[in-house]
T-cell receptor
């Protein structure tokens, strides 16, 4: 139980285009999901907290107009990287809280490798 | 704010050696503590966790004890295998907001 999936696992796009990444909780409902970014050989940096039915909460320094987050249902959050540039190339990882089970912590998706050419 | 400090890597060990990866934290309140493992090209997998002081988390031969007095959660394994080669992240979770704060990760390489 408590599986989180991400789609796509890898994506290559051209500079200036937009890319949407999906994060799904497969066997539980998640009112809160998190989006992280990981640079090579570095730790995870929290980008934003995605709340079902309301606006996402962005961490300081993260451009909300560039990284659009939509949490339209209890099992799906999407991250759209708009007008992507090579510096947006990174590993994006989502996680979800299984609040129904009352257990602390998060369950992580397998990540999406974004390469902007 | 909350922070996690991990032992710097990389760490290289021979198979069957003893492993310790140090982790200390600063946090307000009473966070839950976690170790995650990341294999090359993959996402994070929860390795073990502890939710309160003196709890010991264990999984696959790894263990860590939540030490409130020293604000530590060191990861240990008595005999590592080549398949344990990965990056290990120590993390804490704010039980209210649910956000996790991660250490910088420690790369472990186990040689046969």
């Amino acid at each position: 139980g408590a599986v989180v999936s991400q789609h796509p696992s890898r994506v290559i796009c051209k500079s200036g285009t937009s890319v949407k990444i999906e994060c799904r909780s497969l066997d539980f409902q998640a009112t809160t999901m998190f989006w992280y970014r990981q640079f090579p050989k570095q730790s995870l940096m929290l980008m934003a907290t995605s709340n079902e039915g309301s606006k996402a909460t962005y961490e300081q320094g993260v451009e909300k107009d560039k990284f659009l987050i939509n949490h339209a249902s209890l099992t799906l959050s999407t991250l759209t990287v708009t007008s992507a540039h090579p510096e947006d190339s990174s590993f994006y990882i989502c996680s979800a809280r299984d609040q129904g089970r009352g257990r602390p912590g998060q369950y992580f998706g397998p990540g999406t490798r974004l390469t902007v050419t | 704010g909350d922070s996690v400090t991990q032992m710097e890597g990389p760490v290289t060990l021979s198979e069957e050696a003893f492993l310790t990866i140090n982790c200390t934290y600063t946090a307000t309140g009473y966070p839950s503590l976690f170790w995650y493992v990341q294999y090359p090209g993959e996402g994070l997998q929860l390795l073990l966790k502890a939710t309160k002081a003196d709890d010991k988390g264990s999984n696959k031969g790894f263990e860590a004890t939540y030490r409130k007095e020293t604000t530590s959660f060191h990861l240990e394994k008595g005999s590592v295998q080549v398949s344990d080669s990965a990056v290990y992240f120590c993390a804490l979770s704010d039980t209210n907001a649910g956000k996790s704060t991660f250490g910088d990760g420690t790369t472990l390489t186990v040689k046969p």
